[in-house]
């Protein structure tokens, strides 16, 4: 069956930044849109970043150029880099998997992973 498993969650500092992973098992990976959501304190559940089967990207507008997805077919792998940090960012982060097209609905997702900014 298929699993996503999160890595690189973790606590820093305001400014900081982080890499989150995500490696995509148990069906075929390629032609995919892999995303990132998150779940932050007081408010429903965010789109951050998504990336579609012909590696077109989109984000959230609160990202404001400090995050980057990227996929790498080689290693069913899907990354989001996090840079200048705010607290505002703090939450749980999840990885989730969907057709080619990002506009469709995301069927299989990870278990998240925390990201504390303080």
């Known amino acids: 069956h298929v699993q996503l498993v999160e890595s690189g969650g973790g606590s820093v500092q305001a400014g900081g930044s982080l890499i989150l992973s995500c490696t995509f098992s148990?069906?075929?990976?390629?032609?995919?849109?892999m995303a990132w959501f998150r779940q932050v304190p007081g408010k429903g559940r965010e789109a951050v970043a998504a990336?579609?089967?012909?590696?077109?990207?989109i984000y959230g507008d609160f990202v404001e150029g400090r995050f980057t997805i990227s996929q790498d077919n080689a290693k069913n792998t899907v990354t989001l880099q996090l840079i200048s940090l705010k607290p505002d960012d703090t939450g749980q982060y999840y990885c989730?998997?969907?057709?080619?097209?990002?506009?469709?609905?995301?069927?299989?997702w990870g278990q998240g992973t925390q990201v504390t900014v303080s």
């Open positions: 989730a998997a969907g057709s080619a097209s990002c506009s469709g609905s995301y069927p299989y």
């Open positions: 148990g069906a075929t990976y390629s032609r995919r849109c």
């Open positions: 990336a579609d089967a012909d590696r077109r990207t």
